[in-house]
């Protein structure tokens, strides 16, 4: 049984708000030697949507250049504009990123027959692997499994699935509707506790934020479950389980994990892009007993 357990990294800026390369070459480091299996910059964790296209073209020439040799890399290139998209993806896929992951457009509640267009349009410019990601709760529809076989049928180069929905029963139907035609089609959730039930159930694994944390953790659930050791796939379920508190510690999140990474010693700046704040004392106090429960601190 073959899984993987993805980082989507939290993106570093300095104290102005500029990208930090020394930061996030930092946070490539711990994510590498924690073994993570592969790295997606500018997933939602990284900020993506607060950045210009400028910032990003750099955070991917950042990424590339320190990244390959070294772990499978993904780039989110997700933007409003299909155009734009295109020619981030194309960009990061020159460079020698690994994939690019796309998320369909949000502000209107988009139709079935848009949103697959959307992608029609994308697949066809993108010249190389892409990931579709779904994520409801921020686009405000839902890429369904049934256009999700429709665009595999008409385009070879869509490789992957992010299924951000708290509902394991839409990545259950998505795995079980595709892998019967699309074997190789790789369905990941994005919710870090999902890890056990996709891998089981045929998927390809996760791509969740706690793994800034805690990657080694994460590390060894592959493992476990790749090799059936039970007795550790039930370990780490119930670590991961203590971990998913800090999503509740404050939202978005993301402060919240520069904060707990900062706590464990990583040493990054906080800097967060308006209009996030940054973490609390009281937020903090929280995190602790949570980091003092997982034997971080």
């Given at each position: 049984?073959?899984?993987?357990?993805?980082?989507?990294?939290?993106t570093?800026?300095?104290?102005?708000?500029?990208?930090?390369?020394?930061?996030?070459?930092?946070?490539?480091?711990?994510?590498?030697?924690?073994g993570?299996?592969?790295i997606?910059?500018?997933?939602?964790?990284?900020?993506?949507?607060?950045?210009?296209?400028?910032?990003?073209?750099?955070?991917i020439?950042?990424?590339t250049?320190?990244?390959?040799?070294?772990?499978?890399?993904?780039?989110?290139?997700?933007?409003m504009?299909?155009?734009?998209?295109?020619?981030?993806?194309?960009?990061?896929?020159?460079?020698?990123?690994?994939?690019?992951?796309?998320i369909?457009?949000?502000?209107?509640?988009?139709?079935?027959?848009?949103?697959?267009?959307?992608?029609?349009?994308?697949?066809d410019?993108?010249?190389g692997?892409?990931?579709?990601?779904?994520?409801?709760?921020?686009?405000?529809?839902?890429?369904?499994?049934?256009?999700?076989?429709?665009?595999?049928?008409?385009h070879?180069?869509?490789?992957?699935?992010?299924?951000?929905?708290?509902?394991?029963?839409?990545?259950?139907?998505?795995?079980?509707?595709?892998?019967?035609?699309?074997?190789?089609?790789?369905?990941?959730?994005?919710?870090?506790?999902?890890?056990?039930?996709?891998?089981?159930?045929?998927?390809?694994?996760?791509?969740?934020?706690?793994?800034?944390?805690?990657?080694?953790?994460?590390?060894?659930?592959?493992?476990?479950?790749?090799?059936k050791?039970?007795?550790?796939?039930?370990?780490?379920?119930?670590?991961?389980n203590?971990?998913?508190?800090?999503?509740?510690?404050?939202?978005?999140?993301?402060?919240?994990?520069?904060?707990?990474?900062?706590?464990?010693?990583?040493?990054?700046?906080?800097?967060m892009?308006?209009?996030f704040?940054?973490?609390?004392?009281?937020?903090?106090?929280?995190?602790?007993?949570?980091?003092?429960?997982?034997?971080?601190?």
């Amino acid at each position: 049984m073959k899984a993987r357990y993805l980082t989507p990294a939290v993106t570093i800026f300095d104290d102005k708000g500029n990208l930090d390369k020394a930061g996030n070459i930092k946070v490539y480091e711990h994510l590498i030697k924690g073994g993570i299996d592969a790295i997606v910059v500018m997933g939602s964790t990284g900020e993506f949507f607060n950045m210009t296209i400028e910032m990003v073209k750099e955070l991917i020439d950042i990424s590339t250049e320190y990244c390959n040799g070294k772990i499978k890399l993904y780039i989110g290139t997700s933007r409003m504009d299909a155009k734009e998209t295109i020619e981030l993806s194309n960009y990061a896929l020159e460079k020698g990123a690994d994939g690019v992951m796309v998320i369909s457009p949000h502000y209107f509640k988009l139709p079935d027959a848009s949103i697959e267009k959307y992608y029609d349009i994308v697949a066809d410019g993108v010249n190389g692997p892409l990931f579709l990601y779904n994520f409801p709760d921020i686009t405000g529809h839902d890429l369904k499994p049934e256009i999700t076989l429709n665009l595999l049928r008409k385009h070879k180069n869509i490789v992957g699935y992010k299924d951000t929905i708290s509902l394991v029963s839409h990545t259950r139907d998505l795995i079980n509707l595709i892998s019967p035609e699309f074997p190789d089609f790789e369905v990941f959730s994005g919710y870090d506790e999902c890890f056990a039930f996709v891998a089981l159930s045929g998927g390809a694994g996760v791509i969740g934020g706690l793994s800034n944390l805690i990657p080694e953790v994460f590390a060894k659930w592959v493992k476990a479950v790749e090799e059936k050791d039970y007795n550790a796939v039930s370990e780490c379920q119930k670590k991961v389980n203590i971990a998913m508190k800090i999503y509740a510690v404050g939202a978005p999140y993301i402060p919240i994990m520069k904060r707990a990474m900062n706590l464990r010693g990583l040493g990054i700046s906080e800097y967060m892009t308006a209009p996030f704040i940054n973490c609390s004392d009281e937020q903090e106090e929280k995190l602790r007993k949570i980091l003092k429960e997982l034997e971080i601190v």
